[in-house]
């Protein structure tokens, strides 16, 4: 982390609006206990006197690595906050808000500014909302802000495409830590995928994967036609087209022992579901794809 303060305020850039994010500005400052927050040398559209507060034109993340202190901000401005070190501030383009250390404690606070599309799409995603200013940050935010003050203070200005890009480093893992019911859902739905394909020779029914899921049936089609956009036994058709197609295309095999395999009924059943998803039959797929290898070769 920065030994001194610090502060840098950046350009409008090109190259960094095409990423997504522009950084605008970053900084480090060490607030000892009794003193006067914030100090009186950033520019008028970021100061501000307590019994106003302020607004900025943009999003910051602002890290408290050590002390404590408060925040209030709208939509819910009579609301206060209670900062910890490793808590991160999130502040919003155009709400209002105010915050600052504990006299008792003070408190090192490290921030970066930014402006730009991939900010809006992840508050229209609703990952993120002025009604969730605070972010209990985990470890990796130190090694994302040590990275940031090290360019920083090196060439700032040379530099702003990768501090936009580690600004947006700090939103993935603002979303990665708010977005943890749609991961364990996702987590559930590849579960549910890997079964589907290792189970196509060997079938389960769907209902038992469901189960060892620890899901309902319903539950488990729901979200899985949710995320993919097809039912459960849609993708297992599709799973056992292809590899009756892999089949039939590599292999001696007859339709009749594919079929078994594959954990049809009956080879009339496989033959019926075959053409129902490729038009041919799996003797006219076969001659067909074969003989195109041959005329290719």
Not at 179 to 186: C, E, F, H, N, T
Request: hydrophobic letters at 35%.
């Amino acid at each position: 982390m920065s030994e001194r303060d610090y502060y840098v305020y950046l350009p409008e850039n090109g190259l960094c609006e095409s990423l997504g994010c522009t950084a605008l500005s970053t900084g480090y400052t060490r607030i000892p206990p009794g003193s006067a927050y914030p100090p009186v040398r950033h520019p008028d559209d970021h100061h501000f006197v307590w019994e106003k507060g302020r607004t900025i034109q943009a999003y910051q993340f602002a890290w408290i690595s050590q002390g404590r202190g408060r925040l209030q901000s709208a939509p819910d401005p009579a609301r206060v906050h209670p900062i910890q070190a490793g808590d991160m501030i999130v502040l919003f383009p155009g709400v209002w808000h105010r915050f600052g250390p504990d006299r008792e404690t003070g408190w090192v606070e490290s921030w970066i500014e930014c402006r730009g599309p991939a900010f809006e799409r992840i508050m229209d995603a609703g990952l993120i909302s002025p009604d969730q200013p605070i972010w209990h940050a985990g470890d990796g935010v130190r090694t994302v802000f040590e990275t940031i003050h090290g360019l920083a203070c090196e060439d700032a200005l040379l530099h702003q495409p990768t501090l936009s890009a580690l600004a947006l480093q700090l939103l993935a893992q603002l979303c990665q830590s708010r977005d943890l019911v749609g991961q364990g859902r996702i987590r559930i739905i590849e579960q549910a995928r890997r079964a589907l394909m290792d189970k196509n020779a060997n079938p389960t029914s769907l209902g038992r994967i469901a189960s060892n899921l620890g899901l309902s049936y319903p539950t488990l089609r729901r979200l899985f036609r949710e995320h993919t956009g097809m039912s459960l036994k849609q993708y297992q058709t599709d799973v056992r087209t292809r590899r009756a197609c892999e089949l039939l295309r590599n292999s001696d095999k007859s339709v009749k022992s594919i079929a078994g395999y594959l954990g049809y009924n009956s080879a009339f059943h496989f033959s019926s579901q075959f053409k129902k998803a490729t038009g041919l039959s799996p003797s006219e797929w076969r001659a067909k794809n074969r003989l195109d290898i041959l005329t290719n070769i």
